[in-house]
């Protein structure tokens, strides 16, 4: 198979991000500045060589869960804007909280970044960081600003802290311990490293305006006690920073250029540009400084992008793990067939907004049969199997055992890709809903006294059926009509107006996993709702389907096109020679009805 098309190479639309990049890279903003091919202060990048990248962007992934589609989205976003401006983008772990961080988590972003096709090395180095790094500078920083009377401890309680912050129409009111002198705040700061007072008694904050607008800047909290036991590193510390001072730091430690976040930091970024302004004044930070901008949410139709509860629908086993084709986590998508190139159509597709928006999760389907349409094999298969048998075999071919020869090109695109070979038999398998008692109007398909040509193989008169006391239909018979073999002169004597797809006696029997979405509802957690009330009960239907000889030797994560049915993966888990399982990625339109094609 040839190698898929350079999503990456793909023109882009303009958006107010890459605006911004043409802009800043119009007024060299961020020319000639140093980089010192790591991460570090202002001495650190001043001894370093001019930065051979044109912008720093970064995916800033708290460990503490699996990736999803919102994940992909800014993953695509931050290292497909860094590819396409000569920049570099970083993979850090915002693992600063010492709680909730996994090295399972990180080895699993690590692999679904670089499947989505992403690399985080660059000029000789790999930009992949950790922010618990940065714990040394950042408690250093943190002295600093005390230093400057910029931050000070403030021993009220949470209960106090909260009630004196004030709402959006009254101002807070100041703690009684903001007016201690920076040796006095210093030496209790101290104290909080040393671990002298216990968890929750005491915090720095910034000392900014408790009169502020902007709540955020009403001496936000830097940095809190915490007895917990982190990751990287250990029981060293038993204070850690916040979110809010933290990332801002990592961000220019790494000099990124552009820290591109959701809506709901907006209201951060004046605290972003307070934080890092002064830490450059004091001479610890270089400049010029990253600049913050926000983007909106992707959302996606008939799925949760919420890790809570994506961890809840496999805790409550109502998925079969995070990897379950149905959830929209990177591996989700990765086991269900998506390919990166269509994640990262749809990512790019998307652009960057200033609005949340909702995609349609038909889009994401759309990208994915734009990907495949040119390249997936194609390949027959009946899903749901009924025996087509041609009685007057025998008459035409002179035994019951003949099994005669046919071919039909892997991809119609692609001579180069060769020929499949499968065999049509006297009794060959059909879909059930290709035959008709009582054929509905314009049915073209199986009916009694109906000739349809078996694709790629011979036209076929339908005779009848049979059936079990029930009244199930159990076999369908027909006559071979001689001559009319696919691809010979007399293909085109006998004219019909349907096309059925078939498998003969020679294919395999198979697994094959027919997914759709997992809520009937577009938007199932929406205004609250339990999305356990919306799950939709077939969004897992397992047939015991038969697919032509070929597939046989499907490897692991191949994908093909099962002709008139959609696009389909050999399972990456449980595929395997003798068992063969395939899933169901997409069908082949919104709403596809079987029907009558050309041979
Ligand atoms: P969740 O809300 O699912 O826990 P999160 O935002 O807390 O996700 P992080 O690990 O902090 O998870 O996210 C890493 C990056 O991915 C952040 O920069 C965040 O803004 C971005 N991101 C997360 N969800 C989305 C989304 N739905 N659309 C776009 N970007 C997203
Ligand atoms: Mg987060």
């Known amino acids: 198979m040839p190698a898929p098309a350079d999503a990456h190479a793909a023109p882009k639309a303009a958006n107010f991000l890459r605006s911004i990049i043409e802009r800043d890279l119009d007024a060299g903003t961020y020319q000639g500045r140093a980089f010192a091919g790591s991460p570090g202060d202002a001495a650190h990048h001043a001894a370093g ?8 962007t970064r995916f800033p ?13 800014s993953i695509c976003l931050n290292f497909g804007l860094a590819h396409d401006y000569g920049g570099v983008c970083h993979l850090r772990f915002d693992d600063t909280n010492p709680e909730k961080e996994e090295q399972e988590y990180v080895d ?47 021993e009220q309680s949470a209960e106090e802290m909260r009630a004196s912050r004030g709402d959006f129409t009254t101002p807070g009111t100041e703690s009684p311990f903001r007016g201690r002198t920076p040796a006095e705040n210093l030496a209790r700061f101290r104290e909080m490293r040393d671990g002298l007072h216990a968890d929750g008694s005491m915090v720095l904050r910034a000392k900014i305006d408790m009169a502020s607008p902007n709540i955020n800047l009403r001496d936000p909290t830097i940095y809190r006690i915490r007895r917990a036991t982190h990751h990287n590193t250990g029981d060293t510390w038993c204070i850690y920073p916040m979110y809010t001072y933290a990332h801002p730091i990592e961000d220019a430690l790494e000099r990124i250029t552009h820290s591109i976040c959701t809506l709901e930091f907006e209201d951060q970024r004046p605290f972003y540009d307070w934080l890092l302004e002064h830490l450059a004044d004091l001479g610890l930070l270089a400049r010029p400084l990253p600049r913050q901008y926000e983007f909106g949410r992707l959302n996606m139709t008939y799925v949760m992008t919420s890790k809570r509860k994506l961890r809840q629908l496999v805790e409550e086993k109502i998925v079969a793990g995070w990897d379950d084709p149905r959830m929209p986590t990177v591996f989700g998508l990765r086991r269900r067939g998506y390919t990166p190139a269509a994640i990262r159509a749809m990512a790019d597709g998307t652009g960057a907004s200033k609005t949340n928006i909702w995609l349609e999760y038909a889009v994401l389907e759309q990208c994915l049969r734009a990907d495949l349409e040119g390249q997936a094999p194609r390949a027959m298969a009946v899903l749901d199997p009924l025996p087509l048998e041609l009685t007057n075999w025998a008459e035409v071919f002179g035994s019951d055992t003949h099994v005669e020869p046919c071919a039909a090109p892997a991809h119609p695109q692609h001579p180069e890709y060769g ?33 349809v040509r078996l694709k790629y193989g011979m036209v076929v008169e339908c005779t009848g059926c049979e059936k079990d006391a029930g009244g199930r239909v159990t076999k369908v018979t027909a006559r071979v009509v001689p001559d009319t073999k696919s691809g010979t002169p007399g293909a085109d004597a006998v004219k019909v107006k349907g096309t059925i797809t078939w498998v003969g006696a020679d294919g395999i029997e198979a697994t094959v996993n027919l997914y759709d979405r997992l809520f009937t509802e577009p938007q199932p957690d929406a205004g609250g709702r339990d999305f356990r009330d919306v ?7 397992v047939v015991r389907a038969r697919l032509e000889p070929g597939l046989a030797a499907a490897a692991r994560e191949q994908r093909f096109q099962f002709e008139r049915h959609g696009y389909f993966v050999a399972d990456r888990e449980l595929h395997g020679p003798g068992v063969p399982v395939f899933n169901r990625i997409a069908t082949l339109k919104d709403g596809f009805a079987p029907g009558a094609q050309a041979a």
């Open 49 to 56: 060589a001019p930065d051979p990248a044109k912008i720093r």
């Open 419 to 451: 020929q499949r070979a499968f065999g049509l038999s006297r009794t060959v398998w059909v879909d059930r809903d290709d035959f008709a008692e009582a054929p509905p109007k314009g049915f073209h398909r199986l009916f009694p006294g109906n000739k």
């Open 108 to 154: 699993a972003i690590v692999e679904a970044v670089h499947w989505l096709g992403f690399d985080w090395n660059a000029n000789g180095t790999s930009h992949l960081f950790y922010a618990s790094d940065y714990f040394d500078f950042m408690y250093r920083a943190a002295e600093a600003l005390i230093g400057a009377g910029l931050a000070y401890v403030d």
């Open 61 to 73: 992934p708290e460990p503490n869960g699996y990736l999803h589609i919102g994940h992909a989205k």
């Open 535 to 541: 799950l939709n009960p077939a969004s897992l239907v």
